[in-house]
């Protein structure tokens, strides 16, 4: 596991977003052998997605080859509501860049049969094997996912009961009625996380700081199900410093110290080994992102939207 700590979320943002840019472009997607990236849900800093559309508006980066997955969704959500995650993804990345309709894929939140949808979903996935890169988040309360605490560590994509905290947050999405906000969700499962080739985590904000001790300093346990993420062979958790106030100080030196000697970013590596060439490669920058406006109607005049497509029965 690597921790990088980096000042607030717009620095967080940028080095992820050029971590996951340097993946796709080393991995040299083809429409054969494309790049399978699973993307979380809001919880997450968004500003991550305004720095892949500048890659992508740059012509630094194309997703033409590039299989999307969305992680979880509210049951009884269709696709045009806010709190939907295809279209939090779509609103905020997908009509803006040049990722053909066919390559999302995402929980029908309004299916019949939600038994059927997960198998319909985690046959998607089987195509590819899994994710080459898993983008994901936490809450307050070390959730990944809609996995709650007292999740199954073994779980597979699946039904969920949602906390009173979960629905609480949401409420927002609902006009602030808590009687409208779903109580199932459909989600990875965390055996599915953990079977990912690797497994990205930004986590900003003092409100997500107990999470994340439990993560880097606490034992594996259910009942915070981000501690799951030890298991992994290949996660990088890129942090800002407020979300390291719950963590001792020696391990924030400890991680400090193993960048300051051994890392450089981008993540290239030199022969393909896991030594890092510095000579070759600077620091990520940081441009002040929160500077450029994007006109969504301008971007794709004719995409102001991208309806979902059909959704075949099994």
Known sequence: MRLIIRENEHVVSYYVANYIKDKINRFKPTK???????????????????????????????????VFFCTDEFVDVDTTHPASSYYLMNHNLFRHIDVPLENIVFFDGKAENLQDECKRYEKELSKYGTFDLLLTSIGPDGHIAFNEPGSSLGSHVRIKT??????LANRQFFNNDLSKVPKLSLTLGIQTILDSKEVVMAITGVENS?????????????????????LHPSVLIVCDENSTSELLVKTVKYYKNIEDSQFSPPELYANGSNNFDLSRFSLYGSPNASK????????????????????IKI
């Open 162 to 167: 949602l906390t009173f905290e979960t629905i």
């Open 292 to 311: 450029i406006r994007l006109n969504p109607d301008s971007l794709f005049p004719n995409r102001p939207f991208q309806a979902p497509p059909t959704f």
């Open 32 to 66: 054969e052998k494309p790049f399978v990236l699973g993307l979380p849900d809001s919880s997450f800093p968004l500003e991550i997605f305004k720095f892949l559309i500048i890659f992508y508006k740059n012509h630094e980066l194309s997703f033409e080859n590039i």
């Open 210 to 230: 107990l999470a994340l001790s439990k993560c880097i300093e606490g034992e594996v346990n259910h009942m915070w199900v981000i501690s799951a993420i030890q």
